[in-house]
């Protein structure tokens, strides 16, 4: 397999169980609907884990733009794959939000409230402050790609450290995740929201376009303070 097939495919696994398991807990009438924050961070935290393990060995399971940029910032990744890289990522958000999409078709007309179908498809803020949503998601993208560089350079089992990336994705959600809903990838948000756009969801609202950049600045920016740190660091 490609490495620009294993990231599509990767990316749009992250996104059927992530942009899911969201579907699951708020829409109206499903079975998991109203189980809660802890049920939408630990189905993320495997959407992240289930792909990186099957993918990791033949494209590094980036899924995420700005890790992507960041490891070639830092000389870990050739930069002249980056664009490769981001547009099988960005394909393969879309695909998998239009999966969910359709996976949830009936509950979406169930459903009456704009906000909560968007927000199946991607991240908008507990408290809207650009500012602050900004540095929140700078915040925690810094610390999804410091974590990560960090374990790497421990001694794991083999396997054993996929695992632990996905606890990352886990603590990062538990504990930072709140104000911005932790986009800290750009692929993540920008892609399901352009599905959102393009899709004839019944009863939807708009995409909104006004918040949709910083999900894509703050990861990057994260993602590069995070990159610099450890190499300074290590």
Known sequence: MSTFLAEL???MCLILLGDGVVANV????TKGENSGW?????GWACAVLIPAMIFGGISGAH??????????????????DVPMYIIAQMIGAIIGAVLVWIHYLPHWAETEDQ????????TGPAVRSYGANLIS?????????FFILGLGTVDMAAGL?????????????????????????????????IAHAILPIAGKGDSDWSYAWVPVVGP????LLGAFFFAAIF
């Open 9 to 11: 495919v990767g990316t």
């Open 26 to 29: 708020i829409l109206k009438r």
């Open 38 to 42: 802890i049920v939408i961070t630990w």
């Open 63 to 80: 899924f995420n733009p700005a890790l992507t940029i960041a490891l070639a910032a830092i000389g870990k990744f050739a930069w002249a």
């Open 115 to 122: 906000g909560t179908k968007l927000g199946v498809f991607c």
């Open 137 to 145: 998601e700078i915040i925690g993208t810094f610390a999804l790609v």
């Open 161 to 193: 450290g996929t695992f632990v990336v996905g606890l990352v994705i886990l603590s990062i959600g538990v504990s930072l995740g709140g104000t911005t809903g932790y986009a800290i990838n750009p692929a993540r948000d920008l892609g399901p929201r």
């Open 220 to 223: 990057i920016i994260g993602a």
